[in-house]
């Protein structure tokens, strides 16, 4: 069996951000969505490093499979987010 | 030789031009999870009723209220040039025309639609709005809008954003903008992840949760929450790209124009300079219309027109758009802001009514066009708006091997001087061009077989 890349491996890593706008530690994208990769991890950092061998190590099927859901169209965002909102306050 | 050609202010254009009622198939409203249409009073926790009437107008023309002209005067009408210099490079009969916005202060065509919709807040009695930003764009020209109408301005910076980039955070509290980290205190949202860990870098995602929580929870309803994409009336205010480069064109006395042409990310620089020619078009006129994307994530050029389910585990509303199915996961590219899922609904209907032509360009050919349009017409474009650069160069080539002398025309969206790295990785020779292999497209659009279909026209 192949030997695991430890999960904080490529924390110090440094890659421009395309999101974000500027250069940030890989340790940054590995967590950014709920705690787990980016979404766009693989669009960033295939160029520098095996990110699908990383991703498959580190994180089960359904983690990956959550993390590269396709982003959803800001209309449809905002109308979860609104009702989100809303079900918050009733509860207040 | 006339380089650049201006418009007074009593010259601009008095009404925006709204596309909605002139497709010939009408749009479909969206979808929610039950298949039943969502309503447009969904929107009002978040926006004024003015700016939703707009969104669901059916009317063509649109006052601009004079109030908004004044404003938007502090750097439109913006000037149309002519790329003599472009021209000459490619030895080209064509004559190349390009709307150069990025002279707003902000540097790209983002205030169009700010500087109105912060105008109808204040006119609704909003005293507060609030955005997220990663980067800072929006964040900006939505801070410099609030600046000109005197309505506060909060902006959720991810705090990581927050910390590392100062100069967009510096360009929002010049204007007056309270650009704060996020996640932050403020909310409960910000507050939950606080909780959970206090250090952590935050997120575009927590950040929008953020700017739209503070919207909602607002009890006197006198917080609203502003959007500077896919909307419809986004679309309309953008449209004063188009109607002043048709007045700029009439001035010079070019009678007919061939081919126009936008980057379409969310569509709203496209649709703000090709939906007035589209009118033209569907009047009669024989142009090209071409929004361009990336050839390696193809939403318009392949995908199919459907009702899409926004995520994986369809809970979401819908909204008809060009997609490439719910379960379509983008293959690796630095393709800056052209990255969406979905475009937006106008721009796919008109896709669908055969009135425009979408085009995929690989990012190498972009950014050397960008750099020749660089070299030539000395302004360094965006990397999104190089698409369009790209695409305005093949047109010229293709008249030059025609022997026409076509008249071209598209949109300059933004500068890129924020935004560099793109064109470092190109000189360092780091960009890759990769094309989405055909099982993996057809394995997506399967994915989306079997949801329901919007009305195709008869065209």
């Keep these: ?5 430890p999960i904080d491996f490529y924390d110090n890593e440094d890659l421009y951000c395309r999101k974000l706008g500027h250069h940030l530690k890989f340790e940054y994208c590995r967590k950014e969505h709920d705690g787990l990769p980016c979404p766009k991890i693989r669009d960033c950092w295939f160029e520098k490093l095996d990110i699908d061998e990383y991703l498959t190590q580190n994180f089960k099927p359904e983690e990956i499979a959550y993390i590269f859901e396709p982003p959803k169209p800001k209309i449809t965002s905002l109308f979860e987010l609104i009702q989100k909102a809303q079900q918050a306050r009733k509860k207040q | 030789m006339q380089i650049k050609v201006f418009l007074s202010e009593d010259e601009m254009p008095r009404q925006w031009y709204n596309l909605a009622p002139d497709l010939p198939t009408p749009l479909p409203p969206p979808l929610g999870p039950d298949g039943k249409p969502v309503s447009p009073d969904m929107l009002a926790p978040v926006f004024p009723m003015n700016l939703i009437e707009q969104e669901v107008s059916q009317e063509r023309w649109i006052d601009i209220p004079e109030e908004v002209l004044a404003l938007l005067y502090r750097w439109r009408p913006s000037p149309l ?3 003599y210099a472009l021209e000459k490079y490619l030895g080209t009969p064509a004559k190349i025309y390009y709307k150069n916005e990025s002279v707003s202060p902000a540097g790209s065509h ?13 006119q609704f009695g909003t005293e507060k709005l609030t955005t997220e930003t990663g980067a800072g764009q929006w964040g900006s020209a939505l801070s410099f809008a609030g600046a000109l109408v005197g309505l506060e301005v909060k902006v959720y910076m991810v705090r990581i954003s927050f910390d590392q980039k100062p100069f967009r955070k510096v360009m929002m509290q010049t204007w007056g903008g309270t650009c704060v980290p996020s996640p932050s205190p403020y909310t409960e949202a910000g507050r939950r992840i606080l909780e959970k860990d206090p250090d952590t870098p935050g997120s575009l995602g927590i950040a929008i949760s953020e700017a739209v929580e503070e919207a909602v929870s607002d009890p006197s309803g006198k917080t609203k929450y502003a959007l500077g994409s896919v909307l419809n009336h986004v679309m309309l205010h953008q449209t004063i790209i188009g109607l002043e480069t048709k007045k700029q064109l009439e001035k010079i006395g070019e009678k007919k124009v061939d081919v126009v042409i936008g980057c379409a990310g969310g569509g709203s620089n496209f649709a703000g300079l090709s939906f007035p020619f589209i009118y033209d ?7 090209d219309i071409i929004p361009v994307e990336p050839a390696s994530c193809p939403t318009m050029t392949r995908a199919p027109y459907a009702y899409d389910f926004g995520d994986v585990a369809k809970m979401t509303p819908m909204l008809p758009m060009h997609s490439l199915g719910h379960e379509f996961v983008p293959p690796p590219i630095h393709a800056g802001g052209l990255r969406y899922h979905g475009m937006a609904p106008l721009v796919s209907g008109a896709i669908n009514d055969g009135l425009i032509t979408p085009r995929a360009i690989h990012q190498l050919e972009c950014y050397e066009a960008a750099v020749t349009f660089a070299r030539t017409e000395g302004i360094i474009v965006a990397p999104e708006t190089s698409h369009a650069v790209a695409a305005a160069i093949q047109e010229a080539k293709k008249a030059k091997e025609e022997g026409k002398e076509k008249v071209i025309l598209f949109n300059l969206s ?3 001087l924020m935004d560099l790295l793109g064109y470092e990785k190109y000189f360092a020779g780091e960009l890759h061009d990769y094309a989405l292999p055909e099982e993996e497209l057809q ?5 989306i077989e079997g949801l329901p279909k919007p009305p195709t026209s008869n065209k």
């Design chain 2, 110 to 122: 983002k205030p169009n639609t700010a500087v109105p919709q912060a105008w109808y807040n204040k």
């Design chain 2, 414 to 416: 933004g500068h890129g």
């Design chain 1, 1 to 5: 069996m192949e030997k695991k890349i």
């Design chain 2, 281 to 287: 078009k569907i009047n009669g006129a024989q142009i």
């Design chain 2, 443 to 447: 394995k997506s659009i399967k994915s």
């Design chain 2, 81 to 83: 040039h002519r790329a």
